[in-house]
């Protein structure tokens, strides 16, 4: 399986604090918002991994996250000259998915609980088909909303609805088979001029072949688009982190826990980043198995 991050955006929603940094790269407590998507991908044992960056960007991406050898992946850049919505996404990277299938994660959607990794591993497992999440929210009609009949079967998808038929919404985590190009490329533009992702899902749906999982409670998303859910993000995964110990987002932690790097790769790059909090958590951990609290 391929991975996409979608890290174009250019967050206008949070201007002025955008205006010269690229939203994916802004920091959500004590790291980059983009290392949320990523760790996903890598906890999944996805390494082969595309980031769509804005045209202007590139360069600060490939400083942050280089080629993926720290965390032992493999990561190519692409840039996105003209935002066209998510679908674009699959169209754009083509070329990198192949026949494979695929994993899609927005650059500003931020995933964790203790029952996520199982959630995550049986939608990877998925041989066909599409597999999205479910999230339950108090006011869905920001996002694409699921509908359900009485014995719980989709029956359909509608994009930002001014009256949701249900509270679920369809979070930034997406799963498809190789057949996601094609759909993507016959999607037409939406009324705001933007090829949908809820299009590609109605795709999968109308074939039959769309599996919506619920989340549990247990696990917490963030859509990350706007000043006061980024700030409700970092003060989550503060109190998530003085909670239990660990961190969220911690690529190399995550690398070596599914073996992607060694113990001495993990202590090298602590070593470098030994005076900050970050650093002194991967010591620990590359040291004794467990960060600090």
Not at 163 to 181: A, E, M, T
Request: proline share 5%; hydrophobic share 40%; charged share 25%.
């Amino acid at each position: 399986m391929k991975g996409i991050i979608l890290a174009a955006g250019k967050g206008t929603r949070l201007y002025p604090i955008t205006h010269s940094v690229c939203k994916p790269l802004l920091p959500v407590y004590d790291k980059p918002m983009i290392y949320y998507p990523l760790s996903l991908l890598l906890e999944m044992g996805i390494t082969d991994i595309l980031i769509i960056v804005p045209p202007d960007d590139q360069a600060q991406f490939e400083h942050l996250l280089g080629n993926g050898d720290t965390f032992g992946a493999k990561i190519t850049y692409i840039k996105q000259y003209e935002r066209r919505g998510i679908a674009d996404a699959f169209i754009l990277g083509a070329d990198f998915i192949g026949d494979d299938s695929s994993c899609l994660a927005l650059g500003d959607n931020i995933f964790f609980g203790r029952n996520l990794h199982e959630k995550l591993m049986a939608a990877r497992s998925g041989k066909t088909g599409a597999t999205v999440f479910g999230c339950y929210m108090e006011d869905p009609r920001p996002f694409g909303v699921v509908e359900f009949d009485s014995s719980g079967k989709v029956i359909s998808i509608e994009e930002k609805p001014q009256h949701p038929k249900s509270n679920y919404i369809i979070p930034g985590l997406y799963f498809y088979d190789s057949r996601v190009i094609e759909i993507a490329k016959r999607v037409e533009p939406s009324a705001r001029g933007e090829l949908e992702i809820t299009s590609v899902n109605s795709a999968y749906l109308e074939m039959g072949e769309l599996s919506v999982v619920p989340l549990d409670k247990d696990v917490t998303w963030f859509d990350t688009g706007n000043s006061s859910s980024l700030l409700d993000a970092a003060c989550a995964i503060r109190d998530y982190k003085n909670l239990t110990g660990e961190e969220i987002g911690c690529l190399e932690e995550v690398a070596y826990k599914t073996g992607l790097i060694s113990n001495e790769k993990l202590l090298s790059v602590a070593e470098k980043i030994k005076m900050s909090d970050y650093g002194k958590y991967l010591m620990d951990f590359a040291l004794n198995g467990t960060g600090k609290k």
